[in-house]
């Protein structure tokens, strides 16, 4: 791996740093106002996409911007993981945008400015997650994430709305000061610096002289660490994402699929491999343990869905349980479960969007949030409900879609760990996805409407809504076929 020192690295950031400022300057022109966030979400994808051949020929774009202590900077870098984090971010806020548009006009939401405004701020929140270079600059943009999505969870303003914000923003913010922290200032204490050494994922901050003379010390860091990244939604550190389904289904999608539960998931990532790496994880017995709170949380998260009726809240426990598919494969620190967790986090982020676009769609069209009253509704709605099929197939597992890829290797590597646990865990939640996700197909094409329901008037919602939400769903299946898209740069980052 080779450090290339470039502020090529600062652009995509930049980007989506001015793109909410023309949107409240614009907040007045409705159709210029939107089309920022297009043209934002355009030209950061492909400031991105222009790094490829540097990151995939090894090289390491970094760009130290300020440096506040010896050891503490404010510094971004492009490695292959957060390459992939900031593929995904731009390119889902295009047809997010799309999105956006048909179902806040067609339900005449308030409040359209402050909305896309900090729709947008989230987005750069999640790039600078992506290109955080150090343990600091995570940290900080970690938060904007935090902070400016509350006012999405309660964009409706009312009791409703506000109780599942503040819950939101208790259990985020106050597990990464009471626990993140912490952490952060305990590894400036003990290694002197927060940079993560990029280039080695077997390397940590840590050296192996701190991590012998301060076992306990460096574990502790570690749970904190752990406890304090509450946005991959790790039990019990869970219930503020089934309470964050209040907001619009579009900011839904954005916590589950693009921001929020991304920047948890790829954070954790992130201090697992860059932070500690896979030799002090596996001196210091972090690995096994870490993959088995994942594996209950997979289980029990699943188990939950199958009790909700809401489409939403069974999609929320949903993201519950696929978020610890991630963690199972960082942390048990072998190349074919890190590539299958690593994978994970571009696979999901694909269906789950797609998920959440179809429960939004479905509700703009009928107003219908109960699974249970949508018996032949797929036959009005066979774009928005076959897309969701297919997505829910990526859920569960199955070929060709992208989630049978990442399940595909995550199975392996408990295999090769020898971790039997693990092993029936992830195969139980292949049977339990099937549990909560097919009867919602079932329903939609092969069950009567009941003629009370006056099924028969209800159609698709606008196309700038289907049209977003069919185009996910087949990436999703593209990636099954093609997954060497992400998992190039998954080989570049873990050296496999």
Known sequence: MKIIE?????WPLLTTLAAPFIVLICGRNINLREGISFIAGT????????CAPTVLDGGILRYELFRILPGITITFAMDGLGFIFAFIAPFLWVLATSYNIG???SLNEHAQTRYYFCFAVAIFGAVGVALAANV????????IISVFTYPLVAHH????????????????????????LPAMVLTYVLAGTLDFPLGD???????????AAHPDLVRLTYVLFIAGLAKAALMPFHNWLPSAMVAPTPVSALLHAVAVVKAGVFSVSRIILSGFGTDTMTSLGLSVPTAYVAAFTIVAASLIALTKDDIKARLAYSTVSQLSYVVIGVALAVPLSVQGGLLHIGHHAFSKITLFFGAGAIYVASHLKSIKKMNGLGRQMPLTFGAFGLASLSMIGMPPVCGFVSKWYLVNGALQQEQLILLIALLASTLLNAGYFVPIFYRAFFLAPDPAANIGQYKEAPLCMVIPLVLTSLVSVLLGFFPGLFQNFIRVFGGF
Do not use: N
């Not at 470039?6 to 600062?10: G, Q």
């Not at 030209?43 to 222009?50: E, P």
């Not at 600091?136 to 938060?143: H, I, K, S």
């Not at 709305?161 to 009471?178: C, D, N, P």
């Open 136 to 143: 600091f600059t995570l940290y900080l943009f970690y938060e």
């Open 157 to 180: 303003q009312d009791e409703e709305g506000f109780e599942g914000a503040r819950k939101y923003l208790v259990y985020l913010m106050g597990t990464s000061k009471l626990f993140l």
């Open 201 to 211: 994922i077997h390397k940590g901050i840590f050296s192996p002289e701190v991590t």
């Open 6 to 10: 470039s502020s090529l690295v600062l």
């Open 43 to 50: 030209i950061t994808f492909a400031l991105v996409l222009s």
């Open 103 to 105: 179902y806040m006009r």
